[in-house]
């Protein structure tokens, strides 16, 4: 999501059986195979750095291939992606270094012109980049899942539920700046996962500084035929905090997915709220357990429904490494992505913050670096 002026943008959950006369947040127990993260360090790339006539920023997701670093921006202007080198140890970043700009491309191989695509996510399959554009609800243009190859040119994309179009309706479709915020590949090798960042409007209301029912779904596509199949839902938090300072804006949402086992995910749910000189980001990552969520994808509406959404539980909460922290800013962070295992083995995880191109103040591009322990 790309916080705008009009839409602008510690608790072990784990939830069971409810319906929508919803049944509040059930206290989970810690996975007896759980993980823990460890915080290492912080990496900031300059405020306004120029790479080939691009301002390098609005990072929205990044994703390794083994040998290259991919980073989307969501500049609508110039929709693209840049390659590059993150290298890093144990003891922290060594250098991000930008290699090269990639612009996304239509089948005939004209650059995507401007406003008619909102990029977000990214992944890398082999030869094919799959990234989600949240499109322009709005202006009645539907979000999408993507599929390019490595020099952006456009080679298919995904065949979208009814569900996910827009409705030109306020009680059913998906909400502006809340449908395909992340994306993740499937362990099995057999497909992709995305996920909303805000609930549909017939599936629950968005989330405010009180508990509300306001589930999202993670769904999955084909890789063969390109189709949705099951979905699960997930329980969004409260709002952190409220606005302060006379402004009034606030939002939480997922905002990236990571599959590290079958049907375990690494969730990132960040909340956001206006008039806080620290940026009023509040973000947390989340272990999340689908195994035994209920399939979602035959329901119209989760309201009044009878489901099993997965189990959360809060694995590392980014207030506890704020002070820490350039300014002790906890930024649009928004992206996450496996890196190459420490030498003890462990798997490294690097995260990176949508800095808006500062647009509405000073913000930060962002990257930190995380140690994936079992």
């Known amino acids: 999501m790309k916080l705008n002026l009009n839409t602008l943008l510690v608790l072990g959950l784990g939830v069971s059986l409810f319906s929508c006369d919803y049944v509040d947040d059930v206290i989970g127990e810690t996975p007896k195979d759980s993980i823990a993260l460890r915080y290492i360090d912080e990496y900031v790339i300059l405020d306004g750095t120029q790479y080939q ?17 991919y980073m989307i921006s969501d500049d609508p202007n110039q929709p693209r992606f840049y390659k590059g080198a993150i290298t890093f140890n144990e003891d922290g970043f060594k ?23 909102d990029p977000e996510a990214i992944r ?21 899942v993507n599929f390019t190859n490595l020099n ?36 099995d090798g057999d497909g992709y996962w995305v996920n909303m960042e805000l609930p549909l409007k017939q599936d ?16 999955f596509i084909d890789k063969a035929t390109g189709k949705f199949g099951k979905e699960f839902a997930y329980e969004l938090d409260p709002v952190v905090r ?69 189990k959360k539980t809060l694995l590392f909460d980014f207030e506890s490494v704020r002070n820490r922290l350039t300014q002790s800013i906890v930024d ?29 103040g000073p913000q930060l591009n962002q990257f930190v670096l995380l140690e994936l322990q079992k």
């Open 204 to 219: 629950g209301s968005e989330p405010l500084l009180e508990d509300t029912d306001s589930p999202i779904r993670i769904a």
């Open 124 to 144: 890398i399959d082999g030869n094919t980049i799959i990234w989600t554009s949240e499109g322009n609800i709005n202006n009645n243009l539907p979000p999408s």
């Open 152 to 187: 952006g040119m456009f080679t298919g994309e995904a065949i979208l539920r009814d569900a996910y179009l827009p409705q030109n309706s306020e009680e059913k479709g998906p909400r502006h700046n809340g449908v395909f915020e992340g994306v993740s590949s499937a362990v």
């Open 332 to 360: 649009n962070i928004e992206g996450i992505a496996f890196g190459p295992d420490f030498a003890n083995g462990n798997k490294s995880l690097v995260l990176v913050a949508d800095n808006n191109f500062s647009a509405f």
């Open 242 to 310: 409220p606005a302060t300072n006379g402004t009034s804006f606030t939002v939480n949402g997922v905002v990236e997915i990571l599959e590290y086992e079958k049907d375990r995910f690494l969730v990132l749910e960040r909340s956001f709220a206006t008039g806080y000189a620290d940026g009023g980001n509040d973000v947390k990552i989340y272990e999340v357990d689908a195994t035994d969520a209920t399939d979602v994808s035959n329901m119209e509406s989760l309201k009044g429904a009878t489901y099993k959404p997965a």
């Open 53 to 69: 006539n691009t301002v390098f920023g609005g990072i929205s997701g990044l994703d390794y291939d083994g040998t290259t670093w």
């Open 95 to 117: 250098e991000v270094a930008i290699k090269d700009v990639v612009f996304f491309k239509d089948q005939l191989g004209n650059q995507l012109h401007d406003g008619i695509t």
